[in-house]
Structure formats: C-alpha cells, structure tokens
C-alpha cells in the first residue's frame, strides 16, 4: 500500500497562489491514480481534482476549473495541486487519495486559509 504526506499549504491573501505536493512511498507509484479533496469546516469532504495513473487525464470541481491544476511527477513520486487566483471559499484541509484497484489511502492533509 501507499503512504501519503502533503505538504506546502499556509496563510495566503485571495488572489494569491499556493502550491500543494503529495509525496507517496512504499508502492509503485505509476499506478495509482491520485484526486486532491478539501474539506471547509462544518461541512463534507468535497473532490478538488483528479489525475489518471498515466496522468494522461485529469478533472476538475466547477469551483475550482481554470484556478487549480493538478499534475504528477513520476520520477519523483509526487503528484502536485497548484492554486491560483484563491478565494476566501478555498480555504480547508486539503487530502490527497490514492486510489488503486478500488482501495483508497489517504494523508494527514495540509490546512489552507485564505484571508485578508
């Protein structure tokens, strides 16, 4: 199975940009495929983004659509979410999944606010 840590969330100002990295060990990477999810208090666990195991495909939440990009680095064993243009709505804890063979492991997640 995968073990997964994100990373790279903070305090930004809206409009600003953040970059979150999801660093996986103890399987083969190649073949999972990975989604970014965050969660705002009081409220569900919502999907932010979604790549393929090739990363030949990806989607993405209407909330998020020409903001945010997800992409992986194989070689590294990293799949990366990067924000732009954030808005006070963003902010939550941010989990990447990884997702093979209909299991699901997921990180610790990271916190992003962002605030005036």
């Avoid at 979150?20 to 009081?42: D, E």
């Avoid at 030949?56 to 998020?64: F, H």
Wanted: proline share 3%.
């Amino acid at each position: 199975q995968v073990q997964l840590v994100e990373s790279g969330g903070g305090l930004v100002q809206p409009g600003g940009s953040l970059r979150l990295s999801c660093a996986a060990s103890g399987s083969v990477f190649s073949l999972y495929a990975f989604s970014w999810y965050r969660q705002a208090p009081g409220k569900q666990r919502d999907m932010v983004a979604s790549i393929s195991s090739g990363g030949g495909s990806t989607n993405y939440a209407d909330a998020v659509q020409g903001r945010f990009t997800i992409s992986r680095d194989n070689a590294k064993n990293t799949v990366y979410l990067q924000m732009n243009s954030l808005k006070p709505e963003d902010t939550g804890v941010y989990y990447c999944k990884g997702l093979r063979r209909g299991s699901e492991y997921w990180g610790q997640g990271t916190q992003v606010t962002v605030s005036a």
